[in-house]
């Protein structure tokens, strides 16, 4: 990213400005109420929360790392970005039951479907896990990428980065967040096109492509034994975290949360699906061209992490490397912005309004500034230790923490809204084994397993080596299937919660009106625009076959 010239840096400038008047517009709308801060006052059309999902996935930890996987190991990621399916099921399976209890929040939602106990456990484990993961992984990416940018120190390009941000953030709340999340969108699929677009140019074609890459680069579908990306794992594994994390995480979900109906919402969520595959193309195919060019002598690179900017500085010309380069703070700037947002409103919501229930609507919004001001401080606290991650480990590191999040989490959602049997003892037994069982791998892999190779220490055996040396997408099913046996056999032994409490909030509870409303809220386009995704998906998985 070294190099810019007078031209990118007013493309560069040209976008903060831009931004900035965005945010300053929503910020003078003011924020009335909890509602209006939090859920931009249910108001949000379908085209800017889809566009708000996909830039709230989407972080520089994502572009960078994304890129330098497919250089290093072609499209076996792909099956993540693939999960486009899985955000359907969110507009189409969660979404109604969500907008039907009311609820700001998914801890709140849990509340309303188990027990208070269920939501203190998700609000107090979500803003620790934003803290530790989203937030920390996202501002030491974002460092890198913006000390190369701007030629600072990586403490000081991190820090300018979450401060602006936190500020914007902090300030207008989650329709500024929304908003400006909305342009960066554009900027960020413009940029990264640009850049696919000249890699093409400089390797010669798809079939060119395919030869100096070689057929391995392009097999989705490694073997079950693979010890990096095994099929079964990356389907059912990754189908376990994607649920997780598209259709229960606060951090996604709120942005549908903000649409006034559940056919605005779930429109919004099958914009964001379709936006979902891009990156297969616009940041897997770019790293797999770097690792072609590398195979041709006219690239060099020494790790993985580096794909990305390298790409950038090779192939595009003055004023499109501004344009890219502010693709990429858009993509550092929106995850940051969604993850302060969503910490705010869970502590706001979950924690200090259950402790303080007669605050004003006044007090709550101060507070969730505050919140926000501490989450920025704390991500900026944790930079010293994601430093010490290594380089390439990046990406891998947080799906592999995700995957151990992931499964009691997932599992008491689905069963939630399948079954109407399943209580709120289940619920919290199920959370608990969950968290017993992520935090022993976490140690065993601690304990056993080599960071820098990923495999075991020489002289590692016995059940805890064993367990630590299990791939994490696979251990995500092991997790799910021993969180589903909890579940089932808690809730099964004890009590059957109050049908009164529950009803609407899982199947065998709904209102005859309310089976008719549903019926009433999408329309034939909805139908043929999801079925539709889902045939390129398929499409997709059976081309990528090696």
């Known amino acids: 990213m070294n190099g810019l010239e007078t031209l990118d840096w007013i493309v560069l400038g040209g976008y903060f400005l831009i931004l900035f008047a965005v945010a300053i517009w929503v910020i003078l709308q003011k924020n009335k109420n909890t509602e209006d801060y939090f859920l931009a006052g249910r108001n949000v059309g379908w085209f800017v929360i889809g566009a708000s999902i996909f830039a709230s996935n989407i972080g520089s930890e994502h572009v960078v790392g994304l890129a330098g996987t497919g250089a290093e190991s072609g499209m076996p ?27 700001f929040t998914m801890p709140e939602f849990l509340e309303k479907r ?21 937030v920390s992984v996202t501002i030491y990416a974002g ?46 699929i413009l940029g990264s096109l640009l850049l696919t677009y000249k890699g093409f140019e400089a390797v010669g074609s798809w079939e060119e492509l395919k030869t100096l890459a070689g057929t391995e680069h392009f097999n989705m579908w490694r073997p079950a034994d693979d010890p990096d990306f095994p099929w079964h ?19 996604i979900v709120q942005r549908t949360l903000a649409a006034q ?67 990429l703070m858009a993509a550092l700037m929106s995850s940051l ?33 505050i919140a926000t001001a501490v989450v920025v401080v704390l991500g900026i606290a944790w930079i010293p230790i994601m430093e010490k991650i290594g380089g390439g480990t990046l990406y891998k590191y947080l799906q592999s923490v995700q995957s151990y999040i992931a499964p009691p989490i997932t599992t008491v959602f689905l069963l939630g809204v399948l079954w109407k049997r399943v209580n709120a003892k289940g619920a919290i037994a199920t959370l608990f084994f969950g968290l017993f069982m992520a935090i022993v791998r976490i140690a065993a892999e601690l304990t056993y397993m080599d960071s820098d190779t990923g495999k075991l220490l020489d002289g590692a055996s016995g059940i805890f080596a064993s ?8 251990m995500a099913i092991y997790m799910f299937v021993a969180c589903v046996m909890v579940c089932i056999g808690v ?56």
Request: net charge positive.
């Open 261 to 327: 109906n559940i056919e605005i919402g779930r429109r919004g969520a099958i914009f964001g699906a379709y936006l979902k595959i891009l990156p297969i193309f616009i940041f897997l195919i770019p790293g797999i061209i770097a690792f072609a060019l590398k195979q041709k002598g006219v690239l060099t690179y020494e790790k993985s992490d580096q794909v990305f900017p390298v790409l950038v500085g090779f192939l595009l010309p003055t004023g499109l490397k501004g344009l890219v380069a502010g693709g």
């Open 233 to 251: 794992g990356m389907v059912f594994g990754g189908a376990i975290v994607g649920i997780w994390y598209w259709c229960t995480d606060q951090y």
């Open 337 to 369: 912005a969604s993850v302060f947002n969503s910490s705010s409103t869970l502590f706001t919501i979950d924690i200090f309004k259950k402790l303080y229930p007669d605050s004003s609507e006044k007090k709550l919004v101060r507070i969730g500034q």
């Open 143 to 188: 460092g890198i990428v913006v000390s190369a940018l701007l030629g600072l120190t990586f403490m000081e390009g991190a820090i300018l980065t979450v401060v602006v941000t936190g500020l914007y953030t902090v300030l207008g709340g989650m329709r500024a967040v929304v908003y400006t999340e909305a342009l960066q969108t554009v900027i960020l």
């Open 491 to 546: 809730s099964l032994v004890t009590a059957p919660p109050e049908e009164a409490q529950i009803r609407g909030l899982t199947f065998g509870t709904l209102t005859d009106q309310q089976k008719t409303a549903a019926k009433n809220s999408y329309a034939v386009v909805d139908v043929i625009a999801s079925i539709i995704l889902v045939a390129i998906i398929i499409a997709i998985l059976y081309y990528f076959q090696g």
């Open 114 to 134: 188990f027990d208070a106990r269920s939501r203190w456990f998700l609000s107090v484990f979500s803003i620790i896990g934003y803290v530790l993961t989203k």
């Open 467 to 474: 367990y630590a040396s299990i791939n994490f997408a696979v």
């Open 77 to 103: 990621m792909a099956h993540y970005e693939l999960h486009a399916w899985i955000v359907l099921l969110l507009g189409w399976l969660f979404l109604p039951f969500y907008m039907r209890s009311g609820a």
